[in-house]
């Protein structure tokens, strides 16, 4: 990080256990390039350091993350904010830390978001004020048909989500998005124990366990991914750049465009 650059990530160290605070309030932490490299610093310093074996991930403000900053790329190129976006997709996609995170799920997680609150974590804390959404849905890009089927849920749960639909925190831990759902203002102290009691576990099952957890998720089927990429890419022709579509809604409405 250079000396002209914010602080839009702060660690903290808590014993053995991390605390990773997404700190851009103003765009309810939404993930421009430069969090992107902060993020993913503040990821190597944790599998760098011997002392701390487990981290907690959460949010500054009303929101944990509102997913990919669409106002940051309509202003830098939508072509180089991609990119950036790209090259990251690691840190919210999928979870390749050699160390156990658990997400302290507060206000809204959306998009990218969501995936880093859930999917590319080991263990989900949601407050009951958080609300889940796959955000590309009303901005009309095809996406969240393959979520249900890689996070195994009920078909009802999979529905929800591609539909594009808000999911209370509540409701995100009954259908089995989250590990536990608690108050609002239990938020970090309930993270904090489970990361304390993962902490707490032999380091060399719990790795272990955790690289078998992902080989039990089941890839999308090929011929699935092929067919979504077709529609996406008629849909693109058909409607436009959805990033454009989305900071200049159709009616005028406005539409706050931090989420992704």
């Known amino acids: 990080m250079t000396d002209a650059e914010e602080t ?8 053995e256990v991390a605390v990773i605070r997404l700190n851009r309030p103003e765009r309810m932490n939404a993930m421009g390039a430069v969090m992107l490299g902060q993020l993913r610093e503040a990821y190597r ?33 939508a072509r180089l904010q991609d990119q950036a976006t790209s090259a990251n997709t690691d840190l919210f996609m999928e979870n390749n830390s050699p160390k156990p995170l658990v997400a302290a799920v507060n206000g809204y997680a959306g998009g990218a ?34 979520t249900g089927f890689w996070m195994n849920l009920s078909r009802a749960a999979a529905q929800e989500l591609a539909f594009g639909m808000k999911v209370p925190g509540q409701r995100a831990y009954d259908m089995g998005l989250v590990n536990r759902v608690c108050d609002d203002g239990e938020l970090l102290d309930t993270a904090l124990a489970a990361a304390r009691e993962i902490a707490a576990m032999p380091q060399e099952v719990i790795r272990d366990n955790r690289a078998l957890l992902r080989r039990i998720a089941p890839p999308v089927p090929q011929e699935l991914v092929d067919a979504a990429l077709e529609l996406r890419l008629e849909i693109q022709r058909r409607r436009g750049d959805g990033d454009a579509e989305f900071l200049e809604p159709r009616g005028g409405s406005p539409v706050g465009a931090a989420r992704a």
């Open 8 to 15: 839009f990530v702060e660690f903290e160290r808590s014993g």
């Open 45 to 77: 310093t944790l599998a760098e350091d011997d002392d701390l074996r487990v981290a907690v991930i959460t949010g500054t403000g009303r929101a944990f993350c509102a997913g990919r900053d669409i106002k940051e790329g309509a202003e830098a190129g």
């Open 113 to 146: 978001g969501f995936y880093l609150g859930t999917r590319a974590v080991d263990f989900s804390v949601a407050s009951r004020s958080a609300t889940f959404q796959i955000a590309e849905v009303p901005r009309g890009i095809l996406h969240g048909w393959q």
